[in-house]
């Protein structure tokens, strides 16, 4: 990197946007840092970031299929009100169901952090409609939600403090929606990963689905 006259970018901590429930109630933790799953749909993890920008804040929300750590979905909204994360839940079920390969009722972990929003009643309800089982981590602790804690930490390193995804800052939330979707299009589908064997995350889960032995 140094020949090349390259230098790499680095993650800062910024904003607190995890802001707990006021009754104090929540569901259990279910991985209990065990972020590693059989296959696809049997674990989602999920959290929001913030990005500044000229016309103020806009808050990002992600989910990441733990198996592949594939973004399966994600929303940018200007409030931290419950829809921030109700939208890519929504989102993120419509896209297995898409690509043919739905939720079993049962099966799947939606885990996140203590926040307000991941609690709230809207939420619960939805996850049990859909047969989710709910997990939430303590509060305080960034590593009871760390695999979402590291992709934060790489969307904001490698889309929104450079200019590969965007020219210039961002001004409004339609840039952040436009840096967002390259970088999210990039990351599943084009940058490979040294945990998966120097595949990309799309290649990885295809392989799991087109293999005669699904076995871990």
């Known amino acids: 990197m140094r020949t090349l006259g390259l ?4 993650r800062d901590t910024g904003v607190r946007t995890t802001i707990p429930a006021k009754d104090g ?10 972020f590693t799953a059989a296959a696809p749909n049997r674990t989602w993890v999920t959290d929001f970031t913030y990005v500044r920008t000229w016309a103020g804040f806009v808050y990002v929300a992600f989910i990441v299929d733990v198996f592949a750590q594939r973004i399966v979905a994600w929303h940018a909204a200007t409030t931290k009100q419950t829809d921030l994360v109700m939208v890519p839940l929504r989102m993120a079920l419509w896209e297995r169901e898409r690509e043919g390969h739905p ?12 926040g307000s929003q991941y609690t709230s009643l809207r939420l619960t309800e939805h996850l049990d409609l859909e047969g989710i089982r709910p997990s939430i981590g303590s509060v305080g602790d960034a590593y009871d939600n760390a695999l979402m804690e590291t992709i934060n930490g790489l969307y904001k390193a490698e889309c929104i403090r450079t200019n590969l995804f965007h020219d210039g800052p961002c001004k409004t939330i339609a840039d952040v929606e436009y840096a967002t979707a390259g970088w999210v299009e990039w990351y599943n589908n084009t940058r490979l990963h040294g945990s998966l064997r120097m595949l990309t995350l799309a290649e990885y889960e295809q392989g799991h689905y087109a293999a005669p032995n699904r076995e871990p």
């Open 7 to 10: 230098q790499g970018v680095r």
């Open 25 to 34: 109630k929540r569901a259990d933790d279910l991985l209990n840092r065990d």
């Open 103 to 114: 939720t079993v009722a049962g099966e799947l972990i939606h885990h996140s952090d203590a």
